[in-house]
């Protein structure tokens, strides 16, 4: 079995201020933002940089299901040809 691929996309984003539950952000990708602000630190000051990471894994496959693939592209270029 191959191991998980992990995948990480990292956002970076100025703290403005706090509204309210939230917590507002601007960043040059998503522009203004707000973002709970339980998930944020309460010492957080303006202009201060709050960087998200986000990280997923990818499924990872088997040998035995990389195989199967094979197979069945093989039998599909088969029968267009016989067909």
């Not at 010492?43 to 035995?64: R, W």
């Amino acid at each position: 079995m191959t191991p998980p691929s992990p995948v990480a996309a990292t956002l970076t984003a100025k703290f403005a201020r706090f509204e309210q539950q939230w917590g507002v952000l601007f960043s040059d990708f998503l522009g203004e933002f707000r973002w709970p602000s339980q998930n944020l630190p309460s010492s957080l000051q303006a202009g201060n940089i709050v960087y998200f990471e986000a990280k997923t894994e990818l499924p990872s496959t088997t040998a035995a299901q990389d195989e199967e693939q094979k197979y069945i592209q093989m039998r599909r270029l088969l029968e267009e040809l016989i067909n």
